[in-house]
């Protein structure tokens, strides 16, 4: 019988290099699984998205159809045709004064930000750290480290804006045709499960429609109520900070800490320390105002989502998919939440008493 060994115990040289070879083979396959499984769930977030904006389209052209007896695509086609005019007019209306107010921005920001280390350190605290070495231009990293996060960050926000091209596209193809997607997934399922299979849709569209409408809700309040404080205090670019606040609002959790920055920076170069302070206490009391009375009015039909849960599928989404998961981390919990009462608790489960809407348990 041949060994695989030499008198010395070590493996011959075939042996070796077929172990070798295995090994570099399951590493090449892993690398394969991970890099299809990343590429799919990139996929899948972008279908995710497009399912946010065709339902609700959808629904709004349903709503036409039942209520004025128009046909159902050209119910479609009148709603997807006054979102269009909301857009263009309102970027009409406020394009001069936004590209005044971002360009505004741009120059005070940097140099807030300067201004803020220099009044940090001339305090006491600020003084004793600069004893220790402590260099207060790192405290992002670096001049050169915070420019390539801003650079990062710009990166990303251009690759999501070329994804909406494929967004967008996608979304119209399904609210044209929602039965025959519908029907093809459907499809899959044993026909014992089917009636099953179509309620679960059922509650899914359901969910992640109230929950966009919801979104939006909240965050044009965000908006309106940020434009007024500030603009109560007196602050320059009212406008593009309030614009900023109310959009960034669709990110739960992250949202109002993101859109505070920029205007307390803006408020410590034009009022000082003070009016810094007047900024916070606004952002703090619009988010109060947010949390706890418009998305309860906006969403009280909705499953209950804790907060730590919503903010851990930020961290693992946001840190596998960027700022697409980031975004789009909300609406995917809501998804699984209604997947997992209905197919396990309750069916699995039998637990009968666990509702899916309306803040079921």
């Known amino acids: 019988m041949e060994q695989s060994t030499t008198p010395t115990g070590s493996l011959t040289r075939p042996v070796y290099i077929q172990r070798v070879g295995i090994a570099v083979g399951i590493t090449l396959v892993v690398l394969l699984l991970t890099g299809l499984l990343g590429t799919a769930f990139g996929v899948f977030l972008r279908v995710m998205a497009a399912l946010l904006i065709a339902l609700p389209l959808r629904a709004g052209g349903d709503w036409l159809h039942r209520r004025l007896g128009v046909p159902a695509w050209l119910g479609l086609l009148l709603v997807a045709l006054l979102v269009l005019g909301l857009l263009a007019g309102a970027g009409w209306l406020f394009s001069s004064r936004l590209d005044a107010q971002v360009g505004q921005l741009e120059q005070q ?23 220790e070495n402590f260099d207060f231009s790192n405290v992002m990293g670096g001049g050169s480290a915070w420019l390539g996060r801003a650079t990062g960050l710009f990166s990303s926000t251009i690759g999501v804006l070329a994804d909406l091209y494929v967004i967008v596209f996608l979304a119209l193809f399904i609210a044209i045709q929602p039965k025959l997607y519908r029907a093809g997934i459907v499809m899959l399922v044993p026909q014992t499960g089917r009636p099953r299979a179509n309620q679960v849709l059922d509650q899914i569209s359901t969910t992640l429609v109230k929950w966009f409408v919801g979104q939006l809700f909240s965050m044009t309040m965000v908006g309106l109520l940020s434009a007024l404080g500030l603009w109560l205090l007196g602050l320059p670019a009212v406008a593009a900070l309030a614009l900023f606040a109310g959009l960034i609002t669709f990110i739960p959790n992250l949202g109002p800490l993101l859109s505070m920055l920029p205007a307390v920076l803006v408020a410590f170069f034009n009022g000082g320390p003070q009016m810094a302070l007047y900024v916070v206490g606004l952002y703090l009391l619009v988010q109060a105002i947010e949390s706890n009375l418009l998305t309860p009015l906006a969403q009280r039909s909705l499953i209950a989502m804790p907060p730590a849960l919503i903010f851990i599928a ?30 396990y608790v309750q069916d699995v489960l039998k637990d009968k008493s666990v509702q899916v809407g309306a803040g079921g348990n």
């Not at 920001?109 to 004893?131: C, D």
């Not at 930020?314 to 209905?342: D, F, H």
């Open 109 to 131: 920001l940097p140099s807030a930000y300067h201004s803020l280390l220099q009044r940090v350190g001339s305090t006491r605290w600020g003084k004793w750290l600069a004893q």
């Open 314 to 343: 930020q961290l693992v989404i946001g840190s596998y998919a960027g700022i697409l998961g980031l975004i789009l981390a909300t609406p995917i919990m809501a998804m699984l939440i209604v997947l997992v009462k209905m197919l």
